[in-house]
């Protein structure tokens, strides 16, 4: 198993994944990878507010970051323990909310893309078009900001590059999640999130602050600790 694929399967891959070798998934559809897309076109002064946010508001561990080889980049969150696609989405709406309200939802891409336990493929990396000149690739946060509106590479990117830019990374623990979850309380509304897929943007279901810590608050998979949080949340929001 090469470097690369090694960092892959540490931060994204859930054990026991689906057969065809979609380990993004696991078999009752959990997943660990979550992502969020901001495109067409690409602005890393949008996303990379909220990259830097969530390491100094949050306390979280910095996301991944991609260019999808055409026209925008992605934030890919490492979970530490899988999640059922629902709650994953949650997450990244109320990330949206905290961070991005007022970005057009066409602009936006999620995955997972919904809250069914299908296997579903998040946008692969590093990834060839279909004009084969231009390619999807994780970049050091440094190099993030000269891309412009031509978020892609024009060489394929090496494998071991892209573990150097993996193994700096770590995954996000179930407690980290409190501080948003009494930041989302507050937070705006947001309209529905395209899907992040290659093809036209389709609108996702709206998940806004109550709905998801509700789902928090009744996952019997989440800690203790962290359903008590989700909970005074939502009594501080007026429940």
Do not use: C
């Not at 991609?66 to 949650?90: E, H, T």
């Not at 949206?96 to 579903?120: I, S, T």
Request: no cysteine.
């Amino acid at each position: 198993m090469d470097r690369y694929t090694q960092e892959w399967q540490r931060l994204y891959a859930v054990p026991g994944g689906a057969a065809d070798g979609a380990d993004l998934v696991g078999a009752q559809g959990q997943v660990r990878a979550l992502v969020l897309e901001l495109a067409r076109p690409a602005d890393w002064s949008l996303i990379g507010a909220l990259w830097r946010g969530v390491q100094a508001d949050l306390d979280w561990p910095a996301p991944a970051i991609a260019v999808n080889g055409r026209d925008g980049y992605q934030l890919w969150f490492s979970l530490a323990q899988p999640v059922a696609p629902a709650q994953g989405r949650a997450l990244l709406h109320a990330l949206v909310q905290r961070y991005l309200p007022e970005v057009p939802p066409g602009r936006l891409g999620l995955w997972p893309q919904g809250a069914a336990p299908a296997v579903e493929h998040a946008p692969p990396v590093p990834r060839a078009m279909p004009d084969g000149e231009r390619w999807s690739a994780f970049v050091a946060p440094d190099l993030a900001a000269v891309f412009g509106d031509e978020a892609a590479l024009d060489l394929p990117p090496g494998a071991d590059a892209q573990a150097d830019v993996l193994a700096r990374l770590a995954p996000l623990q179930p407690g980290q999640w409190a501080p948003l979850l009494s930041m989302v309380a507050e937070a705006p509304r947001v309209a529905p999130v395209a899907n992040a897929t290659d093809g036209p943007a389709a609108l996702g279901e709206h998940t806004g602050p109550r709905p998801f810590l509700l789902a928090v608050m009744n996952d019997a998979s989440v800690p203790m600790a962290l359903r008590i949080e989700a909970a005074k949340a939502l009594l501080a929001a007026g429940g």
